[in-house]
């Protein structure tokens, strides 16, 4: 079966802490990846993709996320977050059209 | 500055009344989704239309949503009747052509059904 799991509803992180969102997935086929922000009463902003190439990639923000395929993971990482990062986060798969999966989200709070 | 726009931004109404929802794609954008999201089942899906025909409507409740383009620049999705088990945030997006590109999100319609 095809699926999204984003394991943590809720990421508490101090203001300049690292932070990692994990994201894993199911698929039989070919994916493609997807990390979206969504920062309160607004809709979803594309923070960055994977499609193919280097298996690292840098969004914007400062945030980058690395696709694992053996692991069938693309947790999303910043180095040191701020209190503008405050959002929730939606990693989303697309299984080889351009329909995408979402997963249940994770909130991502900044603790000042 | 590109955006998608979605009105109306706010919407309560009452049990068995009718909710258009509209939205106006990025021009030169293709393909238009609605996603319905809540606190219980996150984003859903609804449909999903290129080139103003609908691909993929399986995940709207056929019995009381419609979806349509009646042109480029506008979709449409409408609740007839309304329930409160609709009230939820809804959400367009469009994408530019086929395959799997960025889709661009609206701010949504928050719709409450008392």
């Known amino acids: 079966a095809q699926s999204v799991t984003q394991l943590d509803s809720q990421v508490p992180v101090f203001e300049e802490a690292p932070v990692e969102l994990r994201c894993n997935y199911s698929?039989?086929?070919?994916?493609?990846l997807f990390w979206y922000v969504q920062y309160p009463n607004q809709g979803l902003q594309l923070l960055l993709k994977?499609?193919?190439?280097?298996?690292l990639v840098k969004g914007i923000n400062g945030f980058e996320a690395e696709f694992n395929k053996s692991q069938t993971s693309f947790h999303l990482r910043k180095p040191s977050v701020h209190i503008s990062d405050t959002a929730e986060y939606f990693c989303?798969?697309?299984?080889?059209?351009?329909?995408?999966?979402f997963g249940t989200g994770t909130r991502l709070t900044i603790i000042p | 500055d590109a955006r998608v726009t979605q009105t109306p931004r706010h919407k309560v109404t009452e049990m068995g009344q009718e909710v258009t929802m509209r939205c106006q794609p990025i021009?030169?954008?293709?393909?238009v989704f609605w996603y319905r999201q809540t606190m219980m089942q996150g984003l859903e899906l609804l449909a999903y239309?290129?080139?103003?025909?609908?691909?993929?409507d399986s995940g709207m409740p056929k019995d009381r949503f419609s979806a349509e383009m009646p042109d480029a620049t506008l979709a449409t999705l409408k609740i007839q009747p309304s329930e409160p088990r609709d009230s939820a945030v809804y959400f367009c997006?469009?994408?530019?052509?086929?395959?799997?590109?960025?889709?661009?999100f609206g701010p949504g319609t928050r719709l409450t059904v008392l």
């Open positions: 989303a798969v697309s299984f080889g059209n351009e329909k995408l999966t």
């Open positions: 698929s039989s086929v070919s994916v493609y």
């Open positions: 994977y499609l193919s190439g280097s298996t």
């Open positions: 021009l030169g954008h293709n393909t």
């Open positions: 239309f290129r080139n103003r025909a609908p691909l993929d």
């Open positions: 997006a469009s994408a530019r052509a086929s395959g799997v590109n960025e889709q661009f």
